[in-house]
């Protein structure tokens, strides 16, 4: 590791710690009645409001608009890493444990390591120059059929007893889109800056978000938001998990490798865990503990540098 890289390492531990903490604010706030539509719109709407105040005060000038192909990015950008991302991860929320999310979308370093590959492969022009280079032995390929394995035992416990598959493949289908954005991120903040793509970020996630709010008009409601537990997991998670790790996360995906970053998301199921089991109460079976054994040790493997 370089010593110039050591803070970058440090920094990506910081954002891990925080982010496993993440699932279990999100299951608080949808025990307390908020629908995950609801929950991402007024995390993101402060996040935004928060970096707009930031450009305000440090006097930084952004332009609107980058042109059509630009923009598209940035809007694949917004889906990925917001509106699509919290909608199955929240959602996978309400089907079953914290902990299960959890373990399920750590699966991500793995699968971004696989669609980096893929693309650095068979892509072209500058996001496909831009994909961190690495080699793939047979300890990826072993790590890949371990933690898959290791999902399967995950969604056969959760439609076999008290969790749901739909959670479950929920969960997987956050990690997905999360490898996606770590791959178009990298070279985004290389051509516009940290913050400028962020702010594109919260302002596209927001943006596509609406549709589900108009599809599903009693997610939001504004009664249970004077309660003590929800503003203040919502200040959570719209400052701090959102527009703080947010800015920290997209700088280090820039300075360390989209796949090298990404890795440092296996750490954020154990503070889930920790905190689910303390906040939520929640256990794992030995089935479903084996399953996320498998996943985490998987991911290890794969991604052994």
Same mark, same amino acid.
């Given at each position: ?61 952004? #332009? %609107?608009?980058? $042109? /059509?192909?630009?923009? &598209?990015?940035?809007? +694949?950008?917004?889906?990925?890493? @917001?509106?699509?991302? !919290? ?45 961190? #280079? %690495?080699?793939? $032995? /047979?300890?990826?390929? &072993?790590?890949?059929? +371990?933690?898959?394995?290791?999902? @399967?035992?995950?969604? !056969? ?149």
């Amino acid at each position: 590791m370089k010593n110039h890289q050591v803070k970058y390492h440090l920094l990506a531990l910081l954002v891990s710690c925080i982010w496993g903490t993440t699932f279990v604010s999100t299951k608080v706030l949808i025990t307390a009645g908020m629908h995950p539509i609801a929950i991402f719109f007024c995390r993101f709407a402060l996040a935004y409001a928060g970096l707009l105040l930031y450009s305000l005060i440090t006097g930084g000038q952004h #332009k %609107f608009w980058y $042109g /059509w192909k630009e923009e &598209a990015v940035f809007l +694949l950008l917004g889906v990925s890493g @917001g509106s699509l991302y !919290f909608i199955a991860e929240n959602s996978s929320l309400m089907y079953t444990q914290a902990s299960n999310t959890s373990f399920l979308v750590s699966s991500t370093p793995l699968l971004t390591a696989i669609l980096t590959l893929a693309f650095g492969r068979f892509g072209k022009g500058r996001f496909a120059d831009n994909v961190e #280079k %690495f080699h793939a $032995g /047979w300890l990826f390929a &072993a790590g890949t059929v +371990l933690a898959l394995g290791g999902m @399967g035992l995950m969604i !056969f416990e959760g439609s076999r007893i008290q969790l749901s598959a739909k959670g479950d493949l929920l969960a997987i289908g956050a990690a997905l889109v999360w490898a996606v954005y770590s791959i178009f991120m990298g070279r985004m903040i290389l051509d516009y800056g940290t913050t400028t793509v962020t702010r594109k970020v919260f302002f596209y996630g927001l943006l596509t978000i609406i549709p589900f709010l108009c599809l599903c008009p009693d997610s939001f409601s504004l009664s249970i938001l004077g309660r003590t537990r929800v503003w203040t997991n919502l200040l959570f998670l719209g400052l701090v998990a959102s527009l703080g790790c947010y800015l920290v996360w997209n700088l280090v995906i820039n300075k360390l490798g989209n796949v090298t970053a990404t890795n440092y998301l296996y750490l954020n199921p154990i503070f889930t865990l920790i905190f689910a089991m303390i906040l939520l109460g929640e256990r794992m079976t030995p089935l479903a503990a084996t399953g996320a054994a498998a996943i985490m040790l998987g991911v290890i493997c794969a991604d052994r540098r």
